[in-house]
């Protein structure tokens, strides 16, 4: 990965949270607040990160209410656990994570038969790098059967220098991994076939795929 280009990626998620907490009896009248007690990013495979949090809701019994005096000291509040997975791009290296942000929201509140409910958001934002990569697959016409050790070769848009070269597996696919964001000429080269070009455009990821026929 040192050698790979990498550019800066944002990822956002919503993630819904529900709560619930039993009130003394004659509470008419709460706050509900909502603070994150803790984040903790997992990355898994393809580039999925789950997303584990603790969320803390408190009731605070407002003035005026029949039941105040007697509450005033009394501690309303619960642990909400919540997990979300958000989708990454081409990321299977934990430190390309930059920065997570996170901000929580209390949307709707009902009380209702000495309880109130609360739900409301977590709105997650990632920073992360993600490297610039071309791939694709060269098959054989007409029924895209691989093709192996074809030859591709990454071109200057402009004056046609070769910039990258790879071969394609046993499976037909070929990977490069060490661009810049850019447009390319992707050319196909194979032994007893003939050969063919197309453009790439690499923002982070594209897919070139060529169907190759004999000579």
Same mark, same amino acid.
């Given at each position: 990965?040192?050698?790979?280009?990498?550019?800066?990626?944002? $990822?956002?998620?919503?993630? #819904?949270?529900?709560?619930?907490?039993?009130?003394?009896?004659?509470?008419?009248?709460?706050?509900?607040?909502?603070?994150?007690?803790?984040?903790?990013?997992?990355?898994?495979? #393809?580039?999925?990160?789950?997303?584990? $949090?603790?969320?803390?809701?408190?009731?605070?019994?407002?003035?005026?209410?029949?039941?105040?005096?007697?509450?005033? #000291?009394?501690?309303?509040?619960?642990?909400?656990?919540?997990?979300?997975?958000?989708?990454?791009?081409?990321?299977?290296?934990?430190?390309?994570?930059?920065?997570?942000?996170?901000?929580?929201?209390?949307?709707?509140?009902?009380?209702?038969?000495?309880?109130?409910?609360?739900?409301?958001? +977590?709105?997650?934002?990632?920073?992360?790098?993600?490297?610039?990569?071309?791939?694709?697959?060269?098959?054989?016409?007409?029924?895209?059967?691989?093709?192996?050790?074809?030859?591709?070769?990454?071109?200057?848009?402009?004056?046609?220098?070769?910039?990258?070269?790879?071969?394609?597996?046993?499976?037909?696919?070929?990977?490069?991994?060490?661009?810049?964001?850019?447009?390319?000429?992707?050319?196909?080269?194979?032994?007893?076939?003939?050969?063919?070009?197309?453009?790439?455009?690499?923002?982070?990821?594209?897919?070139?795929?060529?169907? +190759?026929?004999?000579?």
């Amino acid at each position: 990965m040192d050698n790979e280009s990498v550019v800066r990626q944002v $990822a956002s998620k919503e993630i #819904n949270w529900y709560g619930s907490i039993g009130l003394p009896p004659l509470t008419e009248r709460v706050n509900v607040l909502a603070r994150v007690e803790k984040v903790v990013p997992i990355l898994l495979d #393809n580039s999925v990160l789950r997303i584990d $949090a603790l969320v803390k809701m408190f009731a605070v019994i407002l003035e005026n209410s029949a039941f105040e005096a007697a509450s005033a #000291n009394k501690k309303l509040d619960k642990d909400i656990e919540t997990s979300s997975f958000i989708q990454l791009r081409n990321v299977n290296d934990f430190n390309k994570i930059v920065s997570l942000h996170h901000e929580i929201t209390v949307d709707k509140v009902s009380v209702r038969m000495e309880r109130v409910s609360a739900v409301g958001t +977590l709105s997650i934002r990632v920073t992360y790098l993600g490297y610039v990569m071309l791939e694709g697959m060269v098959g054989e016409f007409p029924k895209n059967e691989p093709v192996r050790d074809a030859l591709i070769n990454v071109k200057d848009i402009n004056d046609g220098r070769i910039l990258q070269t790879a071969t394609t597996g046993s499976d037909g696919k070929y990977y490069v991994k060490d661009l810049k964001p850019g447009t390319y000429r992707v050319a196909v080269e194979a032994e007893g076939f003939e050969g063919d070009e197309k453009v790439a455009l690499v923002m982070l990821r594209d897919q070139v795929n060529f169907v +190759l026929y004999r000579l």
